[in-house]
Each structure stands twice: as C-alpha cells, then as structure tokens.
Nanobody, 124 residues
Framework: QVQLVESGGGLVQAGGSLRLSCAAS????????MGWFRQAPGKEREFVAA????????YYADSVKGRFTVSADNAKNMVYLQMNSLKPEDTAVYYC?????????????????WGQGTQVTVSS
C-alpha cells in the first residue's frame, strides 16, 4: 500500500518552468516503480515519465524528452518532475502513480496507486 500526493502545479507562460512534487508514503514504497501521467481536457490520460527507486533509471515520452526530468529524493520519499520549456500543449492535470511489478510501465492500467493530480496550465 502506498499513498501519493502531488503538488507544484500552477499557471505559467509558454517557455517557463515548473517543478511538480509527489510525496510517497508506505511500508514498501522503495520497491515500487514510479510514473508520471497527464490528462488534458477531452483526452485520455497519457504517459509522461517513469523511474525506479533502487537502481535509478528513467523513461520519458517522446513528447517531453529533453524538456522534462524526473528525479527523486529517497531520504524524503519524494519524486519530482522538472518541466522546462513548457508549451501550451503541456496543459493538463498531472498525476503521480506507482506500481509493484518488476518493470516500469507506460500504460495507465500498469499502475496500482494514484495521487489526486495537480493542474498545470501553460498560457501562450
């Protein structure tokens, strides 16, 4: 069992930056694989990035490669999504997610636990 709480969303102009945070708690959270997803108005929830806790490995959707960076502070049980060079099409509710499987996943159905989401709005 893991609990996830996102924060850090807000309004930013195109080209700006935001850092999202995901606070994770749970007795086995260190074994989980972590993911970031987003859902724009009228669209399906889509994969953004993922990482492992132990052997640090990261994965990114093509749409955010070179602009977004996922990281973690294990001592604080925090996962971060640094978003740079934001575009209006990045506007969405961003979700932190966790799964207990051996591999990271890129599908919503791969993940077992979800945060409540945080709104990111990028204006032009």
């Amino acid at each position: 069992q893991v609990q996830l709480v996102e924060s850090g969303g807000g309004l930013v102009q195109a080209g700006g930056s935001l850092r999202l945070s995901c606070a994770a708690s749970g007795r086995t959270f260190s074994s989980y694989k972590m993911g970031w997803f987003r859902q724009a108005p009228g669209k399906e929830r889509e994969f953004v990035a993922a990482m492992t806790w132990s052997v640090f490995t990261t994965y990114y959707a093509d749409s955010v490669k070179g602009r977004f960076t996922v990281s973690a502070d294990n001592a604080k049980n925090m996962v971060y999504l640094q978003m740079n060079s934001l575009k209006p099409e990045d506007t969405a509710v961003y979700y932190c997610a966790a799964r207990t499987a051996l591999r990271v996943g890129t599908s919503v159905s791969d993940y077992d636990y979800w945060g409540q989401g945080t709104q990111v709005t990028v204006s032009s």
